[in-house]
């Protein structure tokens, strides 16, 4: 598999994208007309860069508004076109996306855009450029690549073919098996982008909402297996406009770009039972084997945990960290770092095969972690995401594997129903993305419906990947750009959150309280019996429910960067309570202030 990466996806200027690219692994680029002009290098020179950073350069992009013109238009769009053949020769390109008119189109003719196109193939035939022609998906008159094919059939050169764009085609509901009816060797290039579902028009959409393959709602894998049964052979190129990429880190986002690749070419693979581009298979998550926080001094989380009626288990025999437990719910608190508040550091997820969840996490780009293990301790394969959270893998049984390394704690913990439900992650705004991707394609999870829930700084974005069966969930919250990073927050679930809660409070927690207007609100909405109704206000406690079930639930105060839930899910309920978030999130900056 060969990629390639325009250079409109990334910030920077024309060097840096060259060199953010080879470092992220890309075998090409498309050179943006405007990069190039705007770079102080040389034509010449960046050819030269190129060569040195092993990047072939696959196409010189875009020429806008050539076809269905008259005469007198014709003639100077071919001038045009003369003066970027030059630029073109000594830059070495030797492929240029020629877009279908959306400006200055007075003729809708086949026959007449074929000609024309015909005649920009024959210009550029001495130099040994080729035109790869792409149809708008708001071009003026020719905005179906169907059309686009007829019309390079009909200019008949050999020097003159199509370039398959995804969001082109897929944002206009076309249906991308036509594309098997195309010859092999005329998809001269291939441009793939994916994007949220949205309502509005195809222009914005595209100029601000592309986003790189697995994050949006196209069907990818289908589409680009419809182009390679065409023979396609040519690299897998992303082309994405996006406000947040432009702005990111180049390298950061370089790599994330890489990666969205890899996921696609693997997942296409996959679907399709072939044998090339196949990375180590997928691994399902089957639970959580552990959370772990992080900070210098964790005293109050110890009493937090004994408050809610967790187990010491014990501290490492040679490490400055412990082991909390709930039933099958596992805290670990880790000393060896500096940080002054505490966070939520990492996660290990249970799977058949540790050794092959990590191996296809770094072909995935993900830096592997190191962690020092000593002679008779489980060694747990892990890589860090992006925002820096490492996540573990382990195929064997917590209890017989890592935690006989933590002494003298419980031997024999209580025999309690608990389990992490969910890990729920606050993500940057300009890292939501990534942090998505990474989600889908090293962890093998698949989003639910995002949700928007208000907030007292704005909307915050939450979008929940999970496995399929909902044994691990992990929420993303995007806070508004100009809002601080979301606090992280660990969800337990138990058989009955009320005794928890009173336990709690007699061991002396404080609960995060909750105003009496909420409970007002509660019983308007609901009907609830109102004995039931007190004993949500006496202990704090939230509910939700729907037609498949009820949620209660409440939370801790906020310790440095983390915080706890308990639940309680009642029938088949499998939401988080939403309509309880802007409560919470509004007492919890009440606490702040």
Known sequence: MRTSIATVCLSGGLVEKLHACAEAGFDG??????????????????RALCARLGLTIELFQPFRDFEGVDADLLADNLRRAEAKFDV????????????????????????????QLGALADLAAPRGIRIAYEALAWGRFVDDYRRAWRIVELADRPNLGVCLDSFHILSRGHDPAGI?????????????????????????WSRHHRLFPGEGAFDLTRFLAHVLRTGYRGPLSLEVFNDTFRQTDVKRTAAHARRSLTWLADRTAVENDWDTSRLSPAQDARGIDFVEIAGAELDDLDELLAQLGFAFRGRHRRKPVRLWTYGDARIVLNEQVRDEHPRLAAFG????????????????????????TYSGEQELRA????????????????????????EGGVAEPPALDGEIDHINIGSRWQDFDEAILFAHSV????????????????????????????????????????????????AVRCDDVF???????????????????????????????????????????????????????FYTETV?????????????????????????????RARTR
């Not at 020769?89 to 074929?114: F, H, K, P, W, Y």
């Not at 249970?350 to 995935?364: F, N, Q």
Request: hydrophobic fraction near 45%; charged fraction near 25%; glycine fraction near 6%.
């Open 443 to 490: 962890l093998s999870l698949h989003a639910e419906q995002a949700a928007e829930v208000p907030g007292p700084l704005g909307l915050v974005r939450s979008q929940v990947m999970r496995t399929a069966d909902g044994v691990v969930r992990l929420p993303v919250n995007l806070a508004p750009p100009t809002a601080p990073l979301p606090t992280r927050h660990i």
């Open 560 to 588: 440095g960067t983390v915080f706890l839930e308990f639940l309680e899910r009642r029938g088949a309920y499998d939401g988080y309570g939403a309509p309880n978030a802007p409560v919470r999130l509004a007492m919890q």
């Open 88 to 115: 073109m020769e000594r830059l070495g390109a030797d492929q240029v996306l020629v877009c279908s008119n959306v400006a200055t189109a007075t003729i809708d003719d086949d026959a007449v855009m074929a000609e």
């Open 349 to 372: 997820l249970t799977v058949d095969d540790a050794a092959g969840a990590a191996e296809r996490a770094r072909a995935l780009g993900a830096p592997a972690v190191f962690r020092r």
């Open 180 to 204: 098997e009816a195309i010859h092999g060797e005329k998809v001269f290039f291939l441009q793939l982008a994916d994007a949220p579902a949205l309502s509005m028009d195809v222009l914005s």
């Open 499 to 553: 005794e928890v809660a009173r336990r709690a409070r007699e061991r002396g927690m404080r609960f995060l309280p909750v105003p009496e207007n909420y409970y007002d609100d509660l019983s308007a909405r609901f009907r609830l019996d109102q004995d039931f109704l007190s004993r949500l206000r006496e202990l704090d406690l939230f509910y939700d429910r729907d037609d498949s079930g009820e949620f209660i639930h």
């Open 29 to 46: 680029v498309e050179i943006m007309d405007a990069d190039l002009v705007a770079a102080y290098e040389s034509p010449e020179e960046i």
């Open 383 to 406: 890589v860090s995401a992006p925002d820096g959270t490492e996540v573990f893998w382990n195929d064997r049984a917590a209890e017989g594997s890592w935690i006989p390394e933590f």
